[in-house]
């Protein structure tokens, strides 16, 4: 019987199928679930040190591709290093953490799954005004769902795309 993946707190969660939870993190709390498990997603050291050092170098590699781009879209002469200074944090953490999700979505290809339900954002959505709104989002459960679609999608999973409509929370002026 083929399984249905849950990547999302926004995914259907239907009830007469096996059911696939990408984490704990997306187990429902007030709802009971039936027919259902949770991938275990392990680390061995060997591996995490064999991955840091590959992300290392796509990290060096992608911060001096950008800086000419950063530079000529600026207007500015920066340096690697002072570009690193303001992008580390964003680069560094978002090649991680979508390197990670892609290793959990290619350890899902051996499984039998059901179409999969991603999700597609507005084109400009993900725009922020300043750094604090962009951190905010970043690690919002939004920007997991956007991510784990696109890799889903990049994979070539079997999925079914459903748009997201949402409008954004305006911030209070203080």
Do not use: C
């Not at 991955?51 to 500015?76: A, G, S, V």
């Not at 690193?84 to 979508?98: A, D, G, N, Q, V």
């Not at 350890?107 to 750094?131: R, V």
């Amino acid at each position: 019987m083929k399984e249905t993946l849950i990547f999302s707190k926004n995914n259907k969660i239907p009830n007469n199928k096996k059911k696939l939870f990408i984490g704990k993190w997306v187990l429902p709390y007030k709802k009971k679930i039936k027919k259902y498990r949770v991938l275990r997603y392990e680390k061995k050291i060997s591996k995490v040190n064999k991955k840091d050092r590959l992300l290392k170098k796509i990290y060096i590699r992608i911060l001096k591709n950008l800086t000419p781009i950063l530079n000529r879209i600026h207007r500015e002469n920066y340096k690697e290093n002072e570009w690193e200074l303001l992008i580390y944090y964003f680069l560094y953490y978002h090649l991680y953490y979508s390197y990670d999700r892609w290793e959990i979505i290619d350890s899902l290809k051996k499984n039998k799954l059901d179409k999969i339900e991603i999700f597609s954002f507005p084109k400009n959505y993900f725009l922020e005004q300043d750094t604090s709104g962009f951190y905010d989002l970043f690690i919002s459960d939004r920007w997991d769902d956007w991510l784990f679609s696109k890799i889903i999608k990049a994979q070539n999973l079997n999925f079914i795309e459903k748009k997201i409509n949402l409008k954004k929370k305006k911030k209070k002026k203080i």
